[in-house]
C-alpha cells in the first residue's frame, strides 16, 4: 500500500514507500529511470553532485540484514547525507520502548527519512501516518518488502531490455514472501507475465487472485520463463511440516543444472539473497553464467539512491537500461 499522504513536494507525488501495491507504472517508472542514470553517471566514473548534502538518513531495523541495511546506508552516503543505524540491540527497544515512542524519539532528531525493517506487517504504514518524516519500508513481516522487487525490476530491465510482457516465475516459499509479494505487485504493473510454482504447503490461500498462473512442477513451470527468481525458504518462519525435509525441497523445487538444462537458454537466474545453496538453488547455478544474483545486489544500491534522492525532493532524472 502506498502512503495515503500526497507529497506535491516531490517527482513521486508520495510522502513514502510503504509498498510496491498501489505504486503506479509512472512511479515505479520514475524510479527505474532515477535508477539507471545514477549507474550511466557512476560507469563515466562520476558521482551525483552530493543532492543529499547537510540531510541525513535514518535506518532502523529490527531484523537482521546484510543487503538492505548496506545499501541503504551507501546509498545515503554517496548521495551525500550523514547516517544513524539503529538496531533492535543497539537501541532502547531492548529496554521495552515502544516502536512508535523509539520512532518519535528518531523523528525529534529531524531525520529526512526513515528506513524501517521490522518483522511486524503494518508497522511502517502505522509509522508513517504518526510521522512526518518520510518512511521507507525495508520488510515488514511476510508483507511488502517494496526496494526488494524495484532493484529486481531494475535488474531484469537491464539484462532484458523491457517488461512489458516478460515471463518471470517465482519459486519456493512464496506464502512468507515479502519479496515475492511487492515482485507480484510491481510486475503486474509493469505488464509483465508472473507464474509461481512451490510446494501447496508453501502458497498462499487463493494466490492465483494476486494476477499469476500457478505450477506445482517445477520442471514445466521452467520451461518458457525469461526470469525465474528461487525465493529463500524462511526456515525461522516455517511450522512444523510445511516442508518434509531440505533434501526432499531441493529434489523437487530446486534449480540445479538438470532443470536448468530445460529452460531458455537465456533465461535469468535471480535470488533475493540470503540464499540457502544446495536448496533452493545449487552452487553451479547460483555461481554460473545466468545467475545475476549480484546484479541485484548492486542495482540495489542504486535503485535506495534514486528512492533517496526522489523522496528528498531530488528532480526526476532520465535514465534507460541501454
Ligand atoms: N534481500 C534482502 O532483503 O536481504 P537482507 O535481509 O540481507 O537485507
Redesign the pocket.
Known sequence: MVSPKQSRTNALGIKSILGTEGLSASQIRKILDCAFAFKRLSQSGLEPVSPLKGKSVTLLFFE??????GSFELAAKRLGASTLVLTKESSSAEKGETLLDTARTIEAMRPDVLVLRHPSAGSPHHLDRILSVPVVNA?DGFHE?PT?ALLDLMTMEEFKGSLEGLKVLIVGDIAHSR?ARSDIYALNTMGAKVSVCGPPTLLPPKVENMGVTVYWDLEKAAREQDVIILLRIQFERLTPGQIPSKGEYARFYGMNSSVLAKCREDVLIMH???MNRGVELSPEVADGPRSVILNQVANGVLVRMAILHLLTGGEALKGDPS
Open positions: 537482521p540484514s546484510t543487503r538492505t541495511r520488510g518488502h526488494q519479496v533475493p539473497g540470503p
